[in-house]
């Protein structure tokens, strides 16, 4: 057990629709990272926040945003869902805002239909 | 784009025996990572190894990284069946992105 927990573990949903992951951290980290894992573009850095602020982004979609609140957990939030999204999406921690392991969390996987 | 690239893509051994799994990168780097994964569930870290250091060991796991050839190699000693899962490298720029390699999907035959 990583001590970064996420729900939920599963969503289905259809496309258009919009979606909210949750994450949060393991105590004492201030970094949290989303992921994207599918098979064809297989694990896509999203985006980082640093507690709190935008530290780095990735290959996130403009339908896509996310957001750190002040207890330090995370929200990814998809809309215009389309079934190319269909994914397994991962947070991560870190104590630090670069250059540390990162502690991920056991995943959400989401279905579009 | 996947800035580390694994190799083999899959490799299959005896238990008891070493496998060694490579990356190789493109641009400079502040520090690799080895992760693993099992099947659908979440990475692990595994080793985290600066630009400034050439080899790191934690228990049965050895890693490299050789910044002239920009590579690095996993090797994992006197393996068992409970090893089998994907190993992935990855690179921290300095841009503080993780990009990850394919993977290599390490089956370890009982």
């Known amino acids: 057990d990583s001590g970064v927990t996420q729900t939920p573990k599963h969503l289905i949903t259809a496309t258009g629709q919009r979606v909210t992951l949750r994450c949060s951290p393991r105590?004492?980290?201030?970094?949290v990272y989303w992921y994207q894992q599918s098979l064809d573009q297989g694990l896509q850095f999203l985006i980082q926040?640093?507690?709190?602020?935008?530290?780095a982004k990735g290959n996130i979609l403009e339908r896509f945003s996310a957001q750190q609140f002040p207890d330090l957990h995370s929200e990814l939030n998809l809309s215009s869902l389309e079934l190319g999204d269909s994914a397994l999406y991962f947070c991560?921690?870190?104590?630090?805002?670069?250059?540390?392991?990162?502690?991920f969390g056991p995943g959400t996987r989401l279905t579009v239909t | 784009s996947q800035q580390g690239e694994e190799d083999p893509q899959a490799l299959s051994i005896q238990e008891g025996e070493n496998a060694t799994m490579n990356c190789s990168y493109k641009?400079?780097?502040?520090?690799l990572q080895w992760y693993r994964q099992n099947s659908g569930r979440g990475l692990v870290h595994l080793i985290l190894?600066?630009?400034?250091?050439r080899e790191k060991h934690s228990g049965r796991l050895r890693v490299t990284l050789d910044t002239s050839k920009k590579s690095s190699s996993l090797l994992i000693t006197a393996s068992r069946a409970a090893d089998t899962a994907s190993y992935f490298c990855?690179?921290?720029?300095?841009?503080?992105?993780?990009?990850f390699g394919k993977g290599t999907l390490l089956t370890v035959n009982p």
């Open positions: 105590s004492g980290d201030l970094s």
């Open positions: 990855a690179t921290e720029g300095s841009n503080y992105k993780l990009t």
């Open positions: 991560a921690s870190s104590v630090g805002g670069g250059d540390y392991e990162q502690y």
């Open positions: 926040y640093y507690n709190g602020e935008e530290r």
């Open positions: 190894i600066r630009s400034n250091e």
């Open positions: 641009t400079s780097i502040n520090n």
